[in-house]
């Protein structure tokens, strides 16, 4: 079973406006972390924000804020006034620790295009 | 200010060569990763290190091996290249699961990438 399901292949968003990547989560770890990488096209990975399962409160990071509903198992990321730069491909990851490195599992991606 | 490089940008093999790719980190941290990213499958992990000397597969490890002699190098091998092994390679590093770098929450940081092709 996938562990990270992003379903937005790719998304549009008009510049200024705001954007939800979504990102859905598979664990029965109650302890685990979720991450958002952006990866522009020159190809480095950019980390943009990390949510605990145990943290009350959703994640913020500038124009970045995690929709964190534990329940329903989604992660979603939250880009607010999109700008140019923005668009990238992003992805949604999981950190599950029981292994000794704390790999991460990665989603599909959804590439973001930003409109002028 | 954190660095993860990888040795070649841009790789261009025949089938059958033996590749090396080369990535070393200099954040002294203990846990170093090998990713091969294609698109719409995501970043899918090769191997992983969590110690000198030590090895762990990842998801996709046939066809390849690792080498880490040096706790800052960690090397992905392709014995015998083949085409299907085209992909863009990505190497990360990351902290000790048990301790925490500033705020990031034991992020992987992550090398600028070699795309590989194989003819």
């Known amino acids: 079973a996938q562990k990270i399901t992003q379903t937005q292949p790719g998304m549009f968003v008009q510049e200024k406006e705001a954007v939800t990547l979504d990102c859905t989560y598979d664990?029965?770890?109650?302890?685990?972390?979720l991450f958002w990488y952006k990866q522009p096209s020159s190809g480095e990975m950019i980390f943009l924000i990390y949510q605990g399962s145990y943290d009350q409160q959703n994640a913020t990071e500038g124009r970045y804020s995690l929709n964190f509903q534990k329940a329903r198992k989604s992660a979603n990321l939250v880009i607010s006034a999109s700008q140019l730069g923005d668009s990238a491909m992003y992805f949604c990851a999981m950190r599950e620790p029981q292994t000794g490195a704390n790999n991460l599992f990665f989603g599909t991606g959804t590439r973001l295009t930003v409109i002028p | 200010d954190v660095k993860v490089t990888q040795s070649s940008r841009y790789l261009v093999k025949r089938t059958g060569e033996k590749v090396f790719l080369e990535c070393v980190q200099d954040?002294?941290?203990?846990?170093m990763f090998w990713y091969r990213q294609d698109p719409g499958l995501g970043l899918r992990l090769i191997y992983f290190?969590?110690?000198?000397?030590?090895?762990e597969k990842g998801d996709i490890p046939e066809g390849y091996s690792v080498s880490r002699e040096k706790k800052e190098r960690f090397s992905l091998i392709l014995e015998s290249a083949s085409t299907n092994q085209t992909s863009m390679y990505l190497c990360?590093?990351?902290?000790?699961?048990?301790?925490?770098?500033?705020?990031?929450?034991?992020?992987?940081?992550f090398g600028p990438g070699t795309r590989l092709t194989v003819l």
């Open positions: 990360a590093s990351s902290p000790f699961k048990g301790s925490r770098s500033g705020s990031s929450y034991n992020e992987q940081f």
């Open positions: 954040m002294d941290h203990e846990n």
């Open positions: 664990t029965s770890d109650p302890s685990y972390g």
């Open positions: 290190s969590y110690d000198v000397k030590m090895k």
